[in-house]
């Protein structure tokens, strides 16, 4: 339990403190729908130049049971958390009962490094889709930021 100044409330919950922020929930159909995906900041050292690039390698999972063969994941990267305006980036890859990766590269004249300072959100839009007919079965907004620890 927190013990610093101030009153506290007996509750069943514990004192916390940190960033909060609303959650939005919603039923979604049994068929195919993105469960989670990792999104990974990597930091590449150029040794030609003595420079820096980035990546984001992004890897979604299924919903359990999904039939993953013959679907296609979307991604769609925005300057803002927001998603608004014309995607920076953009890259699909096929879902095929593997554990799928997309890589994005980022073009150095988009790259903010999140620093306290200069704490920067990129949008993400993620999509599941057939292939053949284009047919969005789910969308995910969310958003990242370029920090390796």
Known sequence: ????PGPHMPTLYSNVTGIWQTVW????????????VQVVPVRHLVRDCEGVSWSLELFPQLAGGAEADTL???VNLFLN???????????EVLVCGR????????????????TPE?????GLLLQLRLPSSRLLLDEVKSYTALRTV
Request: charged share 20%; glycine share 6%.
């Open 1 to 4: 339990a927190f013990r610093g």
């Open 25 to 36: 929930m919603e039923a979604v159909a049994a068929q195919a729908h993105l469960e989670q």
């Open 72 to 74: 296609l994941f979307e």
């Open 81 to 91: 958390s927001s998603c608004k305006g014309k995607p920076l980036l953009c890259g």
């Open 99 to 114: 554990q799928p990766k997309l890589c994005l590269d980022l073009p150095p004249m988009i790259v903010r490094p999140w």
């Open 118 to 122: 200069d704490p920067h959100l990129y």
